[in-house]
């Protein structure tokens, strides 16, 4: 059995198709959603995301503006400028670049942005409220994953899903995601014992450590759906994830493919946030 690909691909360029028709209609009633992106410091990894972020707004039709500091940029300057922002009746959503500098403090930098215009879902706001159940803007990666699911037409109603990685990005927020929707969710992290026994029982797979080869073919049971959130560089300096893919291909249902997989999708999570942002004014 060969798993089927999730492409995330071609379900980012659905919905953004959707958000150039909300976003038009939007306008039409005197309304631009906008995106402020703030990049500290010249991260090459973060110059390339906040690009592919600025572009994706532009080809929906969004307002966007890339504000890039240098890494001497104080925390001090950096929250005024935050502050002016969530003034800023032209922009709906704020994104800061992550990770920042060493001296600035990146919790300060995510509390002070306003949970109206907090379009990553980092603020303690909207943990809280995806933690209660209440709306609120959720974090882009594991939302992104719960659409691909859906674009499956996966039941996860007592599903076993496994979430490999505990992060406030990834890892909890993707746990309580699948909790909504009433999956049996176990989070395995680097102190887990014996992982393998664990994803074995699992009917979904989440991985999102960073790390290559974390998931290996004979931890899958046959059939089960895996989602590779990791972004690794293999011994060839080519993009990979965490699962060792030629392998779990052969035992998994389905699987997300690093590049074309995941990645995008966040992406496309964002216009979403920063267009109901917007919407909801």
Not at 230 to 258: H, S, Y
Request: glycine share 8%; charged share 20%.
């Amino acid at each position: 059995m060969t798993a089927q690909k999730i492409d995330g691909n071609a379900l980012s360029q659905k919905l953004r198709a959707e958000v150039t028709l909300r976003t038009t209609a939007l306008k039409a009633k005197g309304i631009t959603p906008g995106l402020a992106v703030i990049l500290v410091g010249e991260n090459p990894a973060s110059q390339v995301y906040v690009r592919n972020k600025v572009k994706a707004c532009e080809d929906s039709g969004l307002h966007s503006i890339l504000e890039k500091h240098p890494a001497s940029l104080t925390e001090a300057a950096l929250l005024n400028r935050i502050k002016a922002l969530n003034q800023d009746t032209s922009i709906h959503g704020i994104l800061v670049q992550l990770p920042l500098p060493e001296h600035i403090d990146a919790q300060k930098v995510i509390e002070a942005i306003s949970p109206a215009k907090d379009v990553d879902g980092f603020h303690i706001a909207s943990a809280g409220a995806l933690m209660t159940g209440m709306p609120g803007f959720w974090p882009c990666t594991p939302s992104g994953c719960m659409k691909m699911l859906e674009s499956i037409g996966y039941e996860l109603k007592g599903k076993h899903a496994v979430v490999i990685g505990r992060s406030n990005i990834v890892g909890k927020p993707m746990a309580l995601m699948l909790l909504q929707k009433n999956a049996t969710v176990t989070i395995c992290h680097s102190a887990t014992q014996d992982l393998k026994a664990i994803t074995l029982q699992a009917d979904v797979i989440v991985a999102a450590v960073g790390k290559r080869n974390i998931l290996t073919a004979d931890m899958v049971k046959p059939g089960a759906v895996v989602l590779d959130v990791g972004m690794n560089r293999n011994e060839e300096g080519k993009l990979c994830g965490d699962v060792d893919f030629v392998g779990v291909e052969q035992v998994a249902g389905f699987i997300t493919p690093v590049p074309g997989g995941v990645g995008p999708m966040t992406i496309t999570m964002l216009l979403i946030n920063t267009l109901e942002a917007a919407e909801r004014i």
